[in-house]
T-cell receptor, first 113, second 112 residues
Framework: NAGVTQTPKFRILKIGQSMTLQCTQD?????MYWYRQDPGMGLKLIYY???????DKGEVPNGYNVSRSTTEDFPLRLELAAPSQTSVYFC????????????FGPGTRLTVT | QKEVEQNSGPLSVPEGAIASLNCTYS??????FFWYRQYSGKSPELIMS????GDKEDGRFTAQLNKASQYVSLLIRDSQPSDSATYLC????????????FGTGTRLTVIP
């Protein structure tokens, strides 16, 4: 199993541009998550999904959108990129939320200038 | 009050020593507890899960949970330079998908 994969690894955007961060998992997990991690600030939940077709906002959803058309894929869309969105983005998945063991992808380092 | 609190460090220990990492949490209903290791520039990696009071050992790692004191710790025995990383504590407050909270991490440096 590849686990959770993310593309791209790095990206530089200009202010106002848009992009999609891709996330795929092959563990047949129903639950998927997007986090951002800023230095010294810990992991902040952006959006999550409890299954195909179902998504919900996390702690910091503004400026982002998600979709979940299949169990495997959970892309994160940035519209009108702003410097405040410069961060490292991690996708994660879990089998359930009872024990809630989450497994992370390798991350995307995004810079908005 | 933060959901999960950790000392940011850095914590420095000599090679071969025991490293002790601590974490406190605010909500008594929290049910499951995790330690993640994150190397610089890499993603968090789950290394320990603990669900009931007491100790859980896995190789050189021991997780300790005290629900009465709302306290979780991670002991790393015979510390190696390869253990140098940031260790994140995570706490699950319930069964909702948005109920896992992370601390900001403790940076550990093992000195050869």
């Amino acid at each position: 199993n590849a686990g959770v994969t993310q593309t791209p690894k790095f990206r530089i955007l200009k202010i106002g541009q848009s992009m999609t961060l891709q996330c795929t998992q092959d563990m047949n997990h129903n639950y998927m998550y997007w986090y951002r991690q800023d230095p010294g600030m810990g992991l902040k939940l952006i959006y999550y999904s409890v299954g195909a077709g179902i998504t919900d906002k996390g702690e910091v959803p503004n400026g982002y959108n998600v979709s979940r058309s299949t169990t495997e894929d959970f892309p994160l869309r940035l519209e009108l990129a702003a410097p405040s969105q410069t961060s490292v983005y991690f996708c994660a998945s879990s089998y359930d939320t009872n024990r809630h063991e989450q497994y992370f992808g390798p991350g995307t380092r995004l810079t908005v200038t | 009050q933060k959901e999960v609190e950790q000392n940011s460090g850095p914590l420095s220990v000599p090679e071969g020593a025991i490293a002790s990492l601590n974490c406190t949490y605010s909500d008594r209903v929290s049910q499951s507890f995790f330690w993640y290791r994150q190397y610089s520039g890499k993603s968090p990696e789950l290394i320990m899960s603990i669900y009931s009071n007491g100790d859980k050992e896995d190789g050189r790692f021991t997780a300790q949970l005290n629900k009465a004191s709302q306290y979780v710790s991670l002991l790393i025995r015979d510390s190696q330079p390869s253990d140098s990383a940031t260790y994140l504590c995570a706490v699950n407050k319930g069964t909702g998908a948005n109920n896992l909270f992370f601390g900001t991490g403790t940076r550990l440096t093992v000195i050869p």
